[in-house]
T-cell receptor, first 113, second 109 residues
Framework: EAQVTQNPRYLITVTGKKLTVTCSQNMNHEYMSWYRQDPGLGLRQIYYSMNVEVTDKGDVPEGYKVSRKEKRNFPLILESPSPNQTSLYFC????????????FGSGTRLTVV | GQNIDQPTEMTATEGAIVQINCTYQTSGFNGLFWYQQHAGEAPTFLSYNVLDGLEEKGRFSSFLSRSKGYSYLLLKELQMKDSASYLCAVMRNFNKFYFGSGTKLNVKP
C-alpha cells in the first residue's frame, strides 16, 4: 500500500531531551515536507526537500533539523525541544510539485513538558 | 508570511451545495491546493489549480482567479461524511506551501 509512515504517533518528552521523528514513504517521491499544525494557525511548513541531500527551510524552521540521505526517509530532529514545540506534526511527500498534491502521514502528536 | 484567508466555520444541510472561499496575497504563485481533513486525521488532497477557471472532480469543484487572488471550493450534494475541515494552500516557488487556518464545515441532516 502506498503510504507515508511516521513514528511515533504520540510522544511526551522533557525540555532539552533530543528526539527524532521518523518519516518514510514507499512511493519513490522526490518531494518531502514537514509541517506542524496548531489550533488557529493552520499547517505551517518547517522544512522541505526536493531530492536526496537537497533540503531547505520552510516558514518555521527554528529549533528543527532535517536530513535526506535516502530518497524514502526524511527524519525531523529536535536537538533541544522546548514547550513551544508541543504540536501535531505531519510529514508529507509528493512525486511532483503540483499535480496530485501531497500524501500526508498520520501525524505525530508531540508534547514537551 | 503570506495572507491566506478563509472562513473559520460554515454550516450546511445534507443534499445542499456549499461554497468555501479562499483569498490570498502572495508573490511567486505556482498554484493553489484544497485539502480535506477529518478531525484527528491527516489532510487528504482534493484539488490543484494553477490556471484560472473551474476544475471539476465529481461532487467537488475548485475555481481559481489569479488576478483576484481568489479561489473557492464547491461541494455539491452534501453528505454527512463531508463534515470536515477544508484547507486552502498556496504554493510559492514550487516548494514552499502556505496554508490557511482551515474552514470547519458542519453538515446537518
Amino acid at each position: 500500500e502506498a503510504q507515508v509512515t511516521q513514528n511515533p504517533r504520540y510522544l511526551i518528552t522533557v525540555t532539552g531531551k533530543k528526539l527524532t521523528v521518523t518519516c518514510s514513504q514507499n512511493m519513490n517521491h522526490e518531494y518531502m515536507s514537514w509541517y506542524r499544525q496548531d489550533p488557529g494557525l493552520g499547517l505551517r511548513q518547517i522544512y522541505y526537500s526536493m531530492n536526496v541531500e537537497v533540503t531547505d527551510k520552510g516558514d518555521v524552521p527554528e529549533g528543527y533539523k532535517v536530513s535526506r540521505k535516502e530518497k524514502r526517509n526524511f527524519p525531523l530532529i529536535l536537538e533541544s525541544p522546548s514547550p513551544n514545540q508541543t504540536s501535531l506534526y505531519f510529514c508529507a511527500s509528493s512525486l511532483e510539485a503540483g499535480g496530485e498534491g501531497y500524501t500526508f502521514g498520520s501525524g505525530t502528536r508531540l508534547t514537551v513538558v | 508570511g503570506q495572507n491566506i484567508d478563509q472562513p473559520t466555520e460554515m454550516t450546511a444541510t445534507e443534499g445542499a451545495i456549499v461554497q468555501i472561499n479562499c483569498t490570498y496575497q502572495t508573490s511567486g504563485f505556482n498554484g493553489l491546493f484544497w485539502y480535506q481533513q477529518h478531525a484527528g486525521e491527516a489532510p487528504t488532497f482534493l484539488s490543484y489549480n494553477v490556471l484560472d477557471g473551474l476544475e471539476e472532480k465529481g461532487r467537488f469543484s475548485s475555481f481559481l482567479s489569479r488576478s483576484k487572488g481568489y479561489s473557492y471550493l464547491l461541494l455539491k450534494e452534501l453528505q454527512m461524511k463531508d463534515s470536515a475541515s477544508y484547507l486552502c494552500a498556496v504554493m510559492r516557488n514550487f516548494n514552499k506551501f502556505y496554508f490557511g487556518s482551515g474552514t470547519k464545515l458542519n453538515v446537518k441532516p
